[in-house]
């Protein structure tokens, strides 16, 4: 009776086909290279352009030739080195002090309704708050000292943080909550092993974010908040403005421009690294 | 003997069942669009016991479990558990997607109090329990629906509770693999001695596996009847008597989805 309902049929086997194709590494690395030297390329030439068809006197606005020159000298000058050490730790210091207290603040936030009404929205307007403007303030409270400078650097990046963390916690999926809870999660356990982990993504672009807002919170507190015994990157910008000094003066502007790609270069990857392996990637169609 | 007895509804408890629902009503929505997912539902569950729940879609039955889960709070009518630990299995996996199939487990494990040196052999026990040892490092986004509702069935066995609630664990698998997940199921409940309450749209599924199944009305959800399956064990799907029980319990299921005035 099953035979005449459910009928056997066999079929040949297909055949293995489609040979597939081999990339290499090198193919890869190039791949992810050319685009981004693609732009540079474009840029150079139209500068070239602008300085060839003589829009701005020569002295003002230096070839790119003339701006590699005085990057190549200022590479292998220690002065150079120094500052950019002074600015870099500057960076990490304030940096990592925003981390620290947007992480705190954030988690505080996102736990207690309290909290949210009195200064959530207040984070939100920092986030808003040009961070230039704080430093006539910050230099009347600290006067021309790296307090100042660090002070405006965390008002500048601890909201992205804090706001990363908050955004994060309030979007974890309701039903992931009850899984865990209903698998013996509670308090402090349902936030170590489920809301932190699953706010992640969010944290991780806050702090892209914050890192943004510190750089430029930094670029803007070195020309303001120059302090005579420490050279800086910034400061150096405004050396190089006063003695009319062009090319030296873009070449600190590109120096700058890279670090800031580069540390964001690495928050991408960190959190492109983290979505992938959760599935959360870019599908294309 | 008849396969199938139908029983008088349990509205009179009988001594310390291990879950005893009462009147339970749940409204959902804000006034002027309520929907009424329960209605007066009372129902009560023996120690030991595998009650099935049939009904069809929208009459309440996910509402319920989340009910007797402590996740939602009900409108009227209580639940009772008698304190006991209540174990759930959602209608979708939820795996948490920043673990791998072991850490899923291994965070069940954890949360119930299972000392680290344990967990790795209970892991792998577990794994095995669903078939899927091969998977152990893959991410949940990896697996195919079926296989991440097995990972989802280890890790609510991974807990230590003494009733299990169940919704639709098995509506994605093929016939091969929910045979076998039935016949794990059974044996858990039986070496454990849990309570089990078990949702499925499949009657021929409750006739497999229930002692006694709730046939759950539509608009408003509430219980229509009760029957107690009297198949000895062990049974199978394609048992000629678990078909019979399915049909009537089909009948059942389509006579109540008559409107009702
Ligand atoms: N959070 C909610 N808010 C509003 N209405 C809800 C909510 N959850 C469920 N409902 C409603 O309650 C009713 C019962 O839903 P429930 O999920 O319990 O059905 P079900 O019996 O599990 O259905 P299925 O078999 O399709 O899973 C439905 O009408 C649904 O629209
Ligand atoms: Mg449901």
């Known amino acids: ?285 | 003997m008849s396969i199938l007895k139908l029983s008088e509804p349990s509205l009179v408890a009988q001594p310390g069942p291990t879950i005893r629902i009462t009147g339970l009503t749940k409204v959902f929505g804000r006034r002027g669009q309520e929907t009424t997912a329960l209605s007066e539902v009372s129902i009560s569950v023996k120690e030991q016991e595998f009650l099935c729940i049939v009904g069809r879609s929208g009459c309440g039955k996910s509402t319920m479990l989340n009910i007797i889960a402590d996740l939602e709070t009900p409108t009227g009518g209580s639940v009772d558990v008698g304190g006991r630990k209540v174990g759930m299995m959602f209608q979708d996996a939820n795996l948490f997607p920043w673990l791998t199939v072991e850490g899923n487990i291994d965070l069940a494990l954890k949360l119930s109090g299972v000392a680290a040196e344990l967990r790795k052999d209970r892991i792998q026990e577990l794994l095995e329990t669903v078939q899927l040892a091969h998977v152990a490092t893959k991410r949940p986004h990896e697996l195919s629906g079926g296989m991440r509702q097995r990972v989802a069935l280890a890790r609510t066995l991974a807990q230590d509770c003494e009733i299990l609630l169940m919704d639709e664990p098995f509506a994605a698998l093929d016939a091969i693999t929910r045979d076998a997940m039935h016949e794990q199921t059974e044996r858990i409940w039986g070496e454990r001695a849990l309570t089990v309450v078990f949702v499925t749209h499949n009657v021929r599924e409750a006739a497999r596996l229930a002692d006694r199944v709730v046939v759950m009305k539509p608009n408003p959800g509430r219980v229509g009847s009760e029957s107690l399956i009297t198949i000895p064990r062990p049974r199978t799907m394609e048992d000629p008597r678990v078909a019979e029980a399915a049909a009537l319990l089909h009948d059942m299921l389509h006579t109540q989805e008559m409107p009702d005035d």
């Open chain 1, 1 to 285: 009776m099953t035979d005449e309902l459910v009928k056997p049929r066999v079929s040949a086997p297909l055949t293995e086909r489609g040979a597939r194709v081999e990339v290499g590494a090198g193919a890869r690395l190039w791949r992810r290279v050319w685009p981004p030297l693609m732009a540079v390329v474009i840029v150079l030439a139209l500068w070239q352009v602008v300085v060839t068809v003589g829009w701005r006197p020569i002295y003002v606005l230096p070839a790119p030739a003339a701006v590699g020159g005085a990057l190549s000298e200022m590479l292998v000058d220690p002065k150079f080195w120094s500052a950019l050490g002074t600015t870099l730790a500057r960076a990490f210091i304030g940096f990592g002090i925003s981390v620290l207290i947007g992480s705190i603040i954030g988690l505080a936030v996102s736990r207690s309704r309290i909290l949210r009404s009195a200064i959530g929205s207040l984070i939100t307007g920092l986030q808003t708050m040009p961070s230039i403007a704080w430093f006539p303030f910050a230099i009347l409270l600290f006067g021309l000292t790296e307090q100042a400078i660090t002070f405006v650097i965390v008002l500048g990046a601890a909201p992205s943080i804090a706001n990363g963390v908050v955004s994060g916690i309030d979007d974890v999926s309701p039903q992931l909550q009850r899984v865990a809870h209903v698998l013996g999660a509670r308090g402090m356990r349902m936030y170590r092993y489920v809301m932190i982990p699953a706010a992640l993504p969010s944290y991780l672009a806050g702090l892209k974010q914050g890192w943004a807002f510190a750089w430029r919170s930094l670029m803007a507190g070195e020309l303001l908040v120059i302090i005579a015994a420490r050279p800086s990157l910034g400061a150096n910008l405004q050396f190089n403005r006063e003695f009319a000094n062009a090319p030296g003066l873009l070449a600190i502007m590109i120096v700058i421009l890279v670090i800031g790609v580069m540390v964001d270069s690495v928050f991408t990857r960190i959190a492109n690294g983290v979505r992938t392996r959760r599935g959360m990637g870019v599908v294309r169609l």
